[in-house]
């Protein structure tokens, strides 16, 4: 990754993170329970979208792990837990749509409206990237580790 590839990939991920931050400050009462029946993809039916700068971040967060690449997942887990203790690997940095989901025990799903504004600064910074817009999970992880 040239300079200024890694400059705008610093931005990108300042800005999601950014997002991030400012759900949490919102007045929505959600509370994960760290269940972890969401992440289970293959009984939920459900995987999350991440755009190119949600996969840098969650990519980065893996990384920083000691990991280099997402695990085999025949078993429809997500790959970002850690098989021995079935934690998320990246909690912190996890994916919009992880922290939005549709967890009952959570509180439910987000209503679009409360984070539409959200949504569309993330799909902004994707456009940024020259992302293609949300992209399924292990497909935009793999590309953005490739690409760091």
Excluded: W
């Excluded at 991440?50 to 792990?65: C, D, H, Y």
């Excluded at 021995?84 to 509180?107: E, M, S, V, W």
């Amino acid at each position: 990754m040239n300079r200024r590839d890694s400059q705008k990939t610093r931005i990108a991920v300042a800005d999601v993170q950014a997002v991030y931050a400012e759900l949490e400050q919102r007045p929505i009462l959600r509370n994960c329970v760290r269940l972890k029946e969401c992440c289970h993809f293959k009984l939920t039916g459900r995987t999350p979208y991440l755009t190119k700068g949600e996969a840098l971040l969650a990519a980065k967060a893996l990384r920083a792990t000691g990991r280099t690449r997402l695990p085999e997942n025949a078993d429809g887990l997500c790959p970002l837990l850690d098989r021995g203790n079935g934690k998320c690997l990246i909690y912190q940095d996890r994916p919009f749509g992880c922290r939005t989901h549709f967890c009952a025990a959570a509180g439910g799903p987000y209503a679009r409206r409360e984070v539409l504004d959200l949504i569309r600064r993330l799909e902004q910074v994707d456009a940024e990237l020259g992302g293609a817009g949300p992209r399924i999970f292990r497909s935009a992880m793999e590309d953005a580790l490739r690409q760091l």
